[in-house]
């Protein structure tokens, strides 16, 4: 069975981890940062850069030996090639590359936000392409038929914040700290969904894609003007973006002609309002609906590892003159949102 040692340094977390191709995930470390961004309230990207190149050696060597591996024993060795914070991308990248040609072994440069798609696969076997990928994370916010290994049609982005990016403002807005998406979900667990009004951006609308900039407007102008909680508002917050992804949802499945479930991945696919409101929605179209387990949800290196995997066993690897991206679109096709040059 093959062995693959997947790396993880976009944002911040260092992460490492070794995987079967058969989907056991034999290790996996990581060593979060949230010590260093937090007297910041958000990523850093130099600190981050340098927490990397710090962290991630030693991380590989304990990964190994929770394994009772060597570098031996791996086929091929993957790690995120982008998209994210160029400074850590790097880091993982020039190990990755490193450690292949010290070895010989074969390098696989993987798309972060592939991880993320293809992580559902790692958690449940029986799923089978095509799925419908609501992909939400605290860079993208993006629904996408994941038609294959490599093969992604996108069908909506957003066309300014990602809905973790909402989370982490509203959290630091409330003086929740960060990370935030954590946090709000905490505090909304003891408010009231309904005690302030709040906007849900583009819901009921023909365009296909997200906005969550106005909302985040809108929480701001409810916290000025006072006289509210911070788990109200949280709770109010966390129901306007639960209706927002549910409604942008519905609209994708009722456009594409036939999925065998539907998925959620990404960071803010931990929150538990949001799976249940999924799981609710798949159930109304009769189809399975996959989450993977919290663990793999959030940033980790055994999603890189595995989807290292399943482009190893499709024969894609690449070169060590395979460049660091810091956007690099999972579909390359798609039309641009409007005003979505940025997240797009
Ligand atoms: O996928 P991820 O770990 O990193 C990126 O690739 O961006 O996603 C991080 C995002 C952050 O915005 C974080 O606040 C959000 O996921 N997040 C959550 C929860 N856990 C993490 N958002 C809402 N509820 C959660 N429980
Ligand atoms: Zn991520």
Redesign the pocket.
Same mark, same amino acid.
């Not at 960060?178 to 905490?186: C, M």
């Not at 949800?297 to 980790?300: E, S, Y």
């Given at each position: 069975m093959t062995i693959i040692l997947g790396l993880e340094s *976009? &944002? /911040?977390?260092t992460a490492a981890a070794l995987v079967t191709g058969d989907r056991q995930v034999l290790a996996h470390r990581l060593a979060t940062q949230e010590k260093e961004h937090q007297p910041y309230g958000g990523v850093v990207p130099e600190i981050a850069a340098r927490a990397h190149v710090e962290a991630l050696t030693p991380l590989i060597e304990a990964t190994f030996a929770d394994a009772g591996l060597t570098l031996n024993d791996v086929d091929a060795i993957a790690a995120t090639a982008g998209p #994210?914070l160029i400074g850590g991308v790097m880091v993982g990248l020039v190990t990755g590359k490193a450690l292949a040609h010290a070895t010989g072994k074969p390098l696989v440069a993987v798309n972060?936000?592939e991880g993320?798609a293809l992580s559902p696969r790692l958690a449940e076997p029986d799923l089978q392409f095509p799925y419908l990928l609501l992909l %939400? *994370? =605290? =860079?993208?916010c993006q629904i996408l038929v994941v038609e294959g290994v490599g093969q992604y049609r996108r069908l909506a982005t957003t066309i300014d914040d990602?809905? #973790?990016? $909402?989370? /982490?403002k509203t959290?630091k807005l409330l003086g929740l700290g960060?990370?935030? =998406?954590? $946090? %709000?979900?905490?505090a909304a667990a003891s408010g009231n969904a309904k005690a302030i009004r709040l906007p849900r951006p583009l819901v009921g609308t023909a365009e296909p894609h997200f906005s969550f900039a106005g909302l985040k407007s809108a929480v701001l102008r409810a916290v000025e003007a006072g006289g509210t909680s911070k788990e109200d508002v949280a709770a109010s917050f966390?129901q306007a %973006?639960v209706d927002c992804l549910v409604d942008r949802t519905r609209r994708a499945l009722a456009n594409v002609p036939h999925v065998t479930a539907l998925v959620v $991945? !990404? #960071?803010?696919?931990?929150? !538990?309002?949001?799976r249940a409101a999924l799981q609710g929605l798949a159930a109304d179209h009769g189809l399975p609906f996959i989450a993977p387990p919290?663990w793999l &949800?959030? /940033?980790?290196a055994a999603m890189i590892a595995w989807a290292g995997a399943e482009r190893f066993a499709a024969g894609l690897t690449d070169g060590l003159d395979v460049p660091a991206r810091p956007r690099w679109p999972l579909d390359a096709q798609a039309e641009k949102a409007r005003g979505a040059g940025v997240k797009a």
């Open positions: *976009s &944002c /911040d977390e #994210g972060h936000l993320h %939400v *994370s =605290g =860079g993208h990602a809905a #973790g990016e $909402a989370f /982490d959290a960060y990370p935030g =998406g954590p $946090a %709000v979900e905490r966390q %973006v $991945a !990404g #960071g803010v696919a931990a929150n !538990g309002a949001i919290l &949800c959030t /940033d980790n």
